[in-house]
């Protein structure tokens, strides 16, 4: 063990323990631009390229970066010395040099690391004349990049490429032009992009940000000729509350539907409805799959892999095109709503198609993407008008004056507003597939479930497996969240060594609570787990946790879908993919 003093406090660490990190082990906070960690997720990002966090070392002649130096025997620290701040000073002024100076107009005013860290530091004036870059803005049906705001701090190289591994972000060009671009700088909508987010979510400036769909939403509220409904995603409910300063894990599902109503949604739905839908059609599928494999059938395709994600979906696409007709071809929830609200809704409330106007509050970017794909439209009137994502609802919350704190727990509106606690789950990762065996397992087995919660389905294991006894008929269940853990088992399952027969994907690490489009969670991966706990505490208290049992979803077969599968179903409700 090591023995050295920060700050005069004496600390005890082991061997190959950064500076930072003995730091942050007695509650000692040294600010960073470019250091990222996501405990438990093997996320993490040191470059010691912003020299943000430099501190003086008793007798070294240099400051010392403290995210890359090893702590060692004796060390005397000085976190904030007069020497340690006035680097720190410098180094930010710097940077500042040739950013573009337009907090007052930028979207990430107010959530800027680097607008906080100069407040926190006390500058007032840019000693050093930078040269501004050139760069244009990229902007793609979910994300925008305003390129001359990027502070090379290279978090979102680390989620693209090693997260993910997808591997379009890298550095380029030198001096004040350096930036992290797509290679040859092109568009991210020309590239392999997946939409994910998850660069955006940990963007420390406004380089990276959401394509805002704010504007075009309040138009259609104010539009007298139109009908709005809306939609609000299973990780939607347990994110909101933060962007009102809410502990995370704090669940809003009742004010967020009171504060929809009051934004003037005329109808406020529930995509967890949907989730249940979705698990009909999903959770059928991977039964006649199953049946045909007992049965000796040698071209099925298993394993199931589920397709309710956009940025996974675009991912097999671009990465594993020869594996793509082993997804389900369900859509996902936010489809199936789109295309059910603008069918069977809108005929029983006697508005026409081109009327009705439907809007997603996703924690999800690609979900704006996915909204956008020719094939959910029809006639060029998409099934999903608008998506906007937690953070966009926030700001409209905000826009029009609500104060969310104070407002009542309200319900939401039928007949596509009832969802079971199966539905809930869907936010976090393990729980599309969880809420798939509680279904399939009845409807194979004939008998009722012995218990509801399957705990082995759940964690922040970036890779889970587990095997589900349905009364004698062993299956094999495989989870992955991040896309990085994805590429492992779909790598298995070309080699043919899938020991699967169904396998959950989510492109976000820890699931859609995690989404690019949730309130930022600054590299604390706590609160992703408190997010989680509140998913699962909103199923618990459901009346009703298994989808088949979803009174709404019963009536929608009987009125309108016939079943499962149907024809009308396959037309309204799957989809195919493209190479
Ligand atoms: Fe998700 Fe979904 S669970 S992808 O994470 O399946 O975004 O929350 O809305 O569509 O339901 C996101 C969350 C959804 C969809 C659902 C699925
Ligand atoms: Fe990479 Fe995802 Fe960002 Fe696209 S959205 S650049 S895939 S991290």
């Known amino acids: 063990m090591i023995n050295l003093t920060i700050d005069h406090k004496p600390v005890v660490v082991s061997k190959g323990t950064t500076i930072l990190k003995a730091a942050s082990s007695i509650g000692i906070d040294i600010p960073t631009l470019c250091y990222m960690k996501l405990d438990d997720m093997n996320i993490e990002n040191k470059p010691g390229g912003c020299r943000v966090c430099v501190v003086e070392v008793k007798g070294r002649r240099n400051l010392a970066p403290a995210c890359c130096t090893e702590a060692t025997e004796g060390m005397e620290i000085n976190t904030h010395s007069i020497r340690a701040i006035n680097a720190r000073r410098t180094i930010v002024e710097l940077?500042?040099?040739d950013h573009p100076a337009?907090?007052?107009?930028?979207?990430?005013?107010?959530n800027c690391d680097l607008q906080n860290m100069a407040h926190h530091l006390g500058i007032r004036k840019i000693h050093y004349q930078g040269e501004q870059s050139l760069y244009r803005e990229d902007t793609s049906p979910a994300i925008i990049r305003e390129i001359n705001k990027c502070i090379m701090c290279r978090r979102c190289e680390t989620m693209c490429n090693e997260v993910q591994t997808v591997g379009v972000l890298s550095a380029v060009n030198r001096g004040f032009q350096a930036v992290v671009a797509p290679a040859f700088e092109m568009n991210l909508d020309h590239s392999t992009c997946t939409y994910c987010g998850q660069c955006v979510a940990v963007c420390p400036t406004g380089a990276l940000t959401e394509a805002d769909e704010t504007?075009?939403?309040i138009r259609a509220l104010s539009d007298p000729t139109k009908t709005v409904v809306v939609q609000t995603a299973p990780a939607v409910r347990a994110a909101l509350g933060e962007e009102f300063g809410m502990p995370a894990g704090t669940l809003v599902t009742g004010k967020m539907v009171a504060a929809l109503r009051r934004l003037g949604f005329d109808y406020v739905f529930?995509?967890?409805?949907?989730?249940d839908l979705t698990i009909m059609e999903e959770g059928t599928e991977l039964l006649s799959r199953l049946s045909a494999f007992m049965e000796g059938d040698k071209n099925v395709k298993l394993p199931i892999l589920t397709s309710c994600c956009p940025a996974w979906v675009k991912f097999f696409e671009h990465h594993f095109p020869e594996l793509k007709d082993i997804p389900s071809t369900a859509r996902?929830?936010?489809?199936?709503?789109g295309s059910v609200a603008k069918t069977y809704f809108a005929d029983k409330i006697g508005v026409k198609r081109e009327n009705l106007v439907v809007v997603s509050i996703m924690p999800c970017l690609a979900k704006k993407?996915?909204?956008s794909r020719p094939e959910f439209s029809v006639n060029g009137n998409p099934d999903v008008d608008f998506a906007l994502s937690t953070r966009e609802l926030g700001h409209l919350i905000n826009l029009g004056n609500i104060d969310f704190n104070s407002l009542p727990n309200e319900e939401f509106d039928q007949p596509l507003g009832e969802s079971t606690g199966a539905a809930v789950i869907f936010g976090t990762t393990g729980g599309v597939i969880e809420a798939a065996v509680r279904t399939a397992y009845e409807i194979f087995t004939g008998n009722p479930l012995p218990r509801v919660d399957f705990e082995e389905l759940r964690g922040m294991d970036g890779l889970r497996k587990a095997?589900?006894?349905?009364?004698?008929?062993e299956i094999n269940i495989g989870i992955a969240h991040g896309l990085g853990n994805a590429r492992k088992l779909l790598e298995d399952i070309q080699a043919g060594n899938s020991e699967f027969h169904a396998i959950e994907i989510m492109s976000c690490p820890g699931g859609c609570i995690g989404g690019g489009g949730q309130p930022y969670h600054h590299g604390d991966a706590e609160i992703l787990k408190k997010r989680q706990r509140a998913i699962y505490s909103e199923d618990k208290n459901k009346n009703i946790r298994k989808s088949h049992e979803n009174p709404y979803i019963t009536k929608l077969y009987e009125e309108?879908?016939?079943?499962?599968?149907s024809e009308k179903a396959h037309h309204l409700l799957h989809t195919k993919y493209f190479d």
């Open 95 to 97: 940077i500042l040099s």
């Open 102 to 110: 337009d907090c007052l107009i930028c979207a990430k005013s107010g």
């Open 215 to 217: 504007g075009a939403v």
């Open 270 to 275: 529930d995509t967890d409805f949907a989730a």
């Open 332 to 337: 996902s929830p936010q489809q199936m709503f």
């Open 369 to 371: 993407y996915e909204s």
């Open 467 to 473: 095997t589900i006894d349905f009364n004698g008929t």
């Open 560 to 565: 309108f879908l016939g079943a499962p599968m």
